[in-house]
């Protein structure tokens, strides 16, 4: 009777978790819709702008480190006030030797080679603060192509004297490979379009997601850098900022276009990957969130929400096995008959698709019509994500409690070399 | 029947999925979004695209004069000349390309664009959609501009004109009484002083003319602010700073901030609420506001100015120096008085309006 209690009792649980997370979407939706926006910076012309180091790690890319070096070279940006730093990690391909070409040829292009150490992208940035010149650092993947104008678009914010960090808008190039490819620029388009931009528009917590983005060098080194025990640095950074008093903030114009996984397997490393990182950083910054006195109660309430963001997939999927178990025992019906179907209606219509709503959304504002139809696909993607969403849980909770070192693996190109 | 049903259960679990099956084969928007990898910021694109195209589309050397047809970005008619003389309540119908200069009359409309190689003086009421000018643009009384105008020299712009979506020069734009505005950008930006102002004794001096470019000296002494950890100031309520006081270091307001009279502040200004300021504020740096801006008059900005809201510069603000280029961008609105100078860069989604 007590395990049917509390089964019934995680039911409503989880049933509310999702409701307030669907109301969250619904209100980014209709912030995005209907609601004030709040101007970027990228509109200020300043002729003063900060001295800028653009930092690309790199481990094995050879197929994309020409590529993005030559968007570089076309930053429309004071090349007296900005430089280049990829960092050759550990790379055992040709990426040394590109990189060295590049180096020989343009004296802003300043290489950074390891081979000692730890390896990783927390480890190769904290290397690459330490010879860092601006006072703005812009951070792209390797696979990226910036467009000139976005080294400016990014630094400019950095005029506002509050402004810790910044992230840009990441378009998936590789959209039409399949059908993989398809989905995720949905979910890319409706996290940019309408989440990021929505949090900015409230002032809630855009998170700096780690490339293309930016943020002061003297402010990260005085907090200690990046932690390489964390595999997502970017999301540490946002709530190390924040409960320093510093602010994060979207600019939904400057846009960067990236590669996406194109194979299901390497989607499934990257999603566990993203998943083991945050949930770290949500174990380790939930009760500092909480106790900030920096941050405003519609900050911290935004901040939970995106700590839990990756270990909701979780509670879902026990969830469903609860309702499977309290299903076959007979105690499915927790409330009177008429009540209980209209609530599990209304959690149904609105609950499982407020995210479409939010990602239909941003395929309006983005002016595409027909991938709108695939938004019912996204529910097999759902799916995937769930699982493996969990799987990251799983081992970042075994992270925490051995403290075990966490492997960095890249994900893989498709590009073919410049 | 079983396999009927069967059939019908499988075409009603692929009905919800069709339309999304059908794009994945057909992959009628399978493209990544666009984005222009050409694109560099620049305020005087509109004008700089214009010439460029024009140009590429007439012919080579010495266009002679007469009706030219070409493809801008559509098929259009040019019209060539020599010297633009527009007659009182005459329609431009082409688009026209002056090899020299153009005047025109009053109540003129131009349907189409204009680039003038030397001088451009426009009548009062006249109607224009876009003119480009390798000289200077003199505007006059009660003309509109539905798209822009733009001149490698000086523009002077007379009362009640609106100024359309853009206005830019690379030299002087000045701006009478009662314009209104969308973008503006010169160097600088001026907004001029009504004459029975100048001709006022008491106000016809050092308030309305810019101090030398040398910012003030920071406070060496000890009364200056103490600066809190990372060198930022940060009020939590509504927050003043006194008159003729000197702070040091970067303000963070979480509601409004107000800047008493003579107040010097060396650093950047940042408030969530609103900024108000009294008269001959300075400011080294640059100020930020998610509510409204209102520098009181002869405010001197050194810095941008950004507001959610709207800014209201009154007489005598200067923002920026002939050093460089600054900005003024407020999403709601701006207002400026007389005498206002901004080096470089001003823009609204709202209205900009000169009293």
């Known amino acids: 009777m007590a395990l049917v209690l509390m089964m019934k009792g995680y039911l409503l649980f989880t049933i509310g978790v999702v409701l307030v997370y669907s109301l969250r979407h619904f209100i980014f939706t209709l912030n995005r819709l209907f609601g004030p926006q709040r101007i970027y910076y990228h509109d200020l012309m300043d002729s003063d702008l900060k001295t800028v180091t653009v930092i690309i790690p790199m481990h094995n890319e050879e197929k994309v480190a020409g590529h993005i070096l030559d968007q570089l070279l076309q930053a429309d940006y004071d090349w007296n006030k900005l430089e280049i730093i990829p960092i050759n990690d550990f790379s055992s391909d040709g990426t040394q030797e590109i990189l060295d070409l590049y180096a020989s040829r343009y004296p802003q292009i300043k290489p950074l080679h390891r081979a000692e150490n730890l390896r990783g992208k927390p480890a190769a940035l904290n290397d690459a603060l330490q010879v860092a010149q601006g006072e703005v650092i812009v951070v792209f993947d390797a696979d990226y192509l910036p467009p000139p104008g976005i080294i400016c678009k990014i630094a400019v914010c950095f005029n506002d004297p509050e402004v810790g960090a910044v992230m840009g808008r990441v378009i998936p190039i590789n959209t039409g490979s399949n059908t993989l490819t398809r989905l995720l620029d949905l979910e890319r388009s409706g996290g940019y379009q309408v989440d990021q931009q929505a949090r900015y528009n409230l002032g809630l917590i855009p998170q700096y997601g780690g490339t293309v983005g930016g943020f002061r060098k003297d402010v990260v080194v005085d907090l200690g850098s990046f932690n390489t025990q964390v595999l997502a640095e970017d999301t540490e950074l946002t709530f190390r900022l924040l409960l320093h008093g510093w602010k994060v903030v979207y600019a939904n114009q400057a846009e960067c276009y990236e590669e996406s996984p194109e194979t299901w397997q390497m989607r499934s490393r990257q999603i566990k990957r993203w998943s083991r990182g945050h949930n770290r950083v949500f174990f380790n910054y939930l009760i500092p969130l909480l106790r900030s006195s920096c941050l405003s109660l519609r900050e911290k309430t935004d901040g939970v929400l995106l700590l839990m963001t990756y270990c909701v997939p979780l509670l879902l999927l026990l969830g469903f096995a609860d309702s499977v178990a309290l299903f076959f025992c007979g105690e499915i019906q927790i409330f009177s008959g008429i009540l209980f179907l209209l609530f599990m209606a209304a959690y149904t219509t609105f609950g499982n698709f407020a995210p479409f709503y939010q990602i239909g959304t941003a395929c309006l504002l983005d002016g595409s019509r027909q991938r709108v139809l695939l938004l019912n696909l996204l529910l097999f993607l759902f799916f995937f994500n769930t699982w493996y969403i969990s799987c990251g849980f799983m081992e970042a909770v075994v992270d925490s409690l051995t403290s075990r070192r966490v492997p960095w693996n890249k994900t893989e190109r498709y590009r073919c070399s410049a | 029947m079983i396999v009927l049903c069967c059939l019908l259960f499988l075409f009603l679990t692929v009905l919800p999925f069709w339309g999304g099956i059908r794009e994945l084969i057909q992959k009628k928007d399978a493209a990544p979004l666009h984005i222009d990898m050409n694109y560099t910021k620049n305020p005087r694109y509109f004008a700089v695209s214009f010439r460029k195209i024009l140009t590429a589309a007439l012919p080579q050397h010495e266009p002679a004069a007469g009706l030219f047809s070409c493809t801008l970005s559509k098929p259009e008619t040019v019209e060539i000349v020599e010297t633009a003389l527009i007659n009182q309540g005459q329609t431009q119908a082409h688009v026209l390309f002056a090899k020299t200069s153009l005047v025109s009359g009053k109540q003129a409309t131009f349907l189409k664009e204009i680039y003038v190689k030397e001088r451009a003086i426009i009548g009062e009421g006249n109607q224009l959609r876009s003119l480009a000018c390798d000289g200077d643009i003199r505007v006059l009384q009660g003309t509109s501009f539905t798209r822009w105008l733009d001149a490698t020299g000086n523009i002077k712009v007379a009362p009640l004109c609106n100024l359309g979506l853009s206005a830019t020069c690379t030299q002087q734009l000045s701006l009478a009484q009662h314009c209104r505005f969308k973008r503006l950008y010169g160097n600088p930006v001026t907004t001029a002083i009504p004459k029975k102002a100048v001709e006022t004794p008491e106000s016809s001096s050092l308030p309305f003319q ?50 008493g009279d003579g107040a010097i502040i060396h650093g950047d200004v940042k408030t969530h609420g609103s900024l108000k300021t009294g008269t001959q504020i300075t400011i080294t740096g640059n100020v930020f506001a998610e509510g409204d801006i209102h520098l009181g008059p002869e405010a001197r900005i050194y810095g941008t100015v950004f507001s959610q809201g709207r800014v209201v510069c009154e007489r005598g603000t200067i923002v920026g120096s002939s050093a460089g280029i600054k900005s003024i961008v407020a999403k709601k609105g701006i207002e400026f008085g007389a005498g206002i100078k901004v080096y470089g860069y001003v823009m609204t989604e709202g209205e900009g309006v000169v009293w």
């Open chain 2, 210 to 259: 810019e101090a030398a470019f040398t910012l003030p000296a920071k406070p060496a002494t000890a009364n200056q602010t103490r600066l809190q950890r990372d060198e930022r100031l940060t009020f939590g309520s509504d927050a003043a700073v006194a008159g003729n006081q000197s702070h040091l270091g970067n303000i963070i307001a979480l509601k409004t901030l107000f800047l």
